[in-house]
C-alpha cells in the first residue's frame, strides 16, 4: 500500500503556500504552463543530540524543521528528465535509461543518484520537469542534501506510483548520496528527513539502525538556528578525516574490547585505560565519541522525564566537546553559543551538522525575550557581521501539499 503523506494547502502555513505558490508560478515559466503540477516539502533538520556519533555506531537525536526543499513536478509523455532550481542556475536534462553513471559535481547530482535508483525498480517509465527550490539555507548544517534527496524520492515514487514505504524512500537517498555523490557521510540525515514525525524527534541508533519516535512539546519550546556565515571550502575533507580518525581510534581499541564492532562500543574504562596507545588527536576524538554516547542516552532519559533544562544542558556539553576533542569548531561558532547559553531563555546549544561553520542550534523556552537580538549583538561586536538568527517550528514530514494555485487539482 502507497505510504506517501499528503496535505491540503489549507493545513500549511500561509508562508509555505505563498512560497508554493511562487514556486509553481517558477514551474510554469520554464517549463510550460497545463495541468498535471504536482508539489511536494521535504524538510530540513538539526541534530540535537549524539553529534558526529552515526558513523561511530551511536545513537542521534536529529529533529525535521519547518523549512525545507520544494518539488515542483509534472510527468511527460517521452522519457526526457529536466531539471532546474531556484537556487543555482545549473540545469539538468539526460534520458531514464540513460543518465549519466557518475556524479558531475552539480547539484543535481542529488537528484539523478535518486532517479538512477528508481528507475531500476520499475519499468514503462517516463520521464519528467523538477523544479527544485524552498528555504533552506544551503551548506549550513540543516541537511539541505538528504532534504533534496528524500524530496526527490517522494515525487518520484508518488509520479511513478512505486508505492514506497518510508524506509526504502530513506535507503535510496542514502545510496544516492555514497554511493553517486559520493559523500561519506552517515545514516543520520535521510533518516532524520524521511521518517519524520509531527511532535516527535528521531531517536536513531546508527549501529543496529532501529528507531524510535520521542515526543518534544514544541508549544514549550523552540528551535533556534544562528547562522555563522561561514561556509568552509575544505569541510568535506575535514569530515572524512573525522571518519578516518574515529575509524583508526576504534581499530587501536578494539583489541582491547573484544566485543566492539565500533568505536560507539568502547568503554570509558578502556579508554582511559589505553588512551596512551592512541596519538593526542586520536585520543581527543575517541573521548568525544565515547562520551557524546553517554551524553545522548542521559539526554534521552532527561527528555522523557519531561526534564527539557536537563537535556539542554547535555547539548551545551555537546558542544566544548565537539570544540575540544573533535575539534569541528571555529571561534564564530563558538561565539554563538556562548552568546546564547549566557540568555535566559536558553536551555542549551551546540553547532549542528559537521561543523567548521555553518549553524548553531539553539534550544529555547518560548518565551524568548531579546534572545535574537543578545546573540546577534555579540556576534557583530565581535566580528563585525550580523548573524541570521532564525526561529523555527517543528515539521511533519516529507508530504505532497495539494490545492495550490493552477496544481490545485491533484
Ligand atoms: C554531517 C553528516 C552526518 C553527521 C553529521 C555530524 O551532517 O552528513 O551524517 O555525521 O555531519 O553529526
Not at 587501536?252 to 573484544?258: K, S, W
Request: aromatic share 6%; hydrophobic share 40%; proline share 5%.
Amino acid at each position: 500500500m502507497s505510504d506517501l503523506a499528503t496535505s491540503t494547502a489549507a493545513e500549511e502555513s500561509a508562508e509555505l503556500v505563498a512560497l508554493l505558490d511562487v514556486h509553481v508560478r517558477r514551474f510554469e515559466e520554464q517549463f510550460g504552463a497545463g495541468p498535471g503540477i504536482r508539489c511536494f516539502f521535504s524538510p530540513g533538520r538539526v541534530n540535537l543530540m549524539g553529534a558526529h556519533l552515526d558513523y561511530n555506531g551511536g545513537p542521534v537525536m536529529p529533529m525535521v524543521i519547518d523549512r525545507g526543499t520544494l518539488v515542483i513536478v509534472r510527468g511527460r509523455e517521452d522519457a526526457t528528465v529536466r531539471l532546474r532550481s531556484t537556487l543555482a542556475p545549473e540545469t539538468f536534462e539526460g534520458r531514464l535509461g540513460e543518465l549519466p553513471p557518475e556524479a558531475s559535481g552539480c547539484w543535481s547530482d542529488y537528484s539523478v543518484g535518486v532517479l538512477r535508483a528508481l528507475s531500476r525498480q520499475a519499468s514503462d517509465l517516463r520521464g519528467l520537469d523538477v523544479l527544485f527550490g524552498g528555504n533552506l539555507p544551503i551548506g549550513a548544517g540543516l541537511s539541505s542534501s538528504a532534504s533534496i534527496c528524500v524530496g526527490t524520492a517522494l515525487a518520484v515514487d508518488a509520479l511513478w506510483g512505486l508505492d514506497l514505504e518510508p524506509l526504502e524512500r530513506v535507503r535510496v537517498a542514502l545510496q544516492a548520496e555514497r554511493g553517486f555523490v559520493g559523500v561519506h557521510c552517515g545514516i543520520m540525515d535521510p533518516y532524520a528527513v524521511g521518517l519524520a514525525r509531527p511532535g516527535h524527534l528521531l531517536w536513531l541508533d546508527c549501529k543496529d539502525q532501529s528507531f524510535e519516535h520521542l515526543p518534544i512539546d514544541t508549544s514549550e519550546v523552540c528551535i533556534v538556528v544562528a547562522d555563522t556565515g561561514v561556509r568552509r571550502q575544505l569541510a568535506k575533507g575535514a569530515f572524512n578525516r573525522r571518519v578516518a580518525e574515529a575509524r583508526l581510534a576504534y581499530e587501536t581499541l578494539q583489541p582491547h574490547a573484544p566485543e566492539a564492532t565500533c568505536l560507539r562500543d568502547v568503554p570509558l574504562e578502556v579508554l582511559e585505560a589505553h588512551g596512551g596507545e592512541l596519538t593526542g588527536t586520536l585520543e581527543h576524538r575517541a573521548r568525544h565519541v565515547i562520551e557524546e554516547v553517554r551524553r545522548t542516552f542521559e539526554a534521552r532519559e532527561a527528555l522523557l522525564a519531561g526534564d527539557l533544562a536537563g537535556f539542554g544542558a547535555r547539548m551545551s556539553q555537546a558542544h566544548t566537546s565537539l570544540r575540544d576533542h573533535y575539534d569541528v569548531s571555529v571561534p564564530e561558532l563558538d561565539c554563538l553559543v556562548e552568546a546564547a547559553v549566557a540568555h535566559p531563555a536558553v536551555l542549551g546549544s551546540r553547532l549542528t551538522g559537521a561543523g567548521f561553520g555553518g549553524c548553531a542550534v539553539i534550544l529555547a523556552k518560548r518565551d524568548y525575550g531579546d534572545l535574537e537580538e543578545a546573540v546577534a549583538s555579540t556576534f557583530e561586536d565581535r566580528f563585525g557581521t550580523r548573524p541570521t538568527v532564525e526561529f523555527f517550528g517543528g515539521d511533519r514530514g516529507p508530504r505532497e501539499i495539494r490545492g495550490i494555485g493552477a496544481a490545485g487539482g491533484q
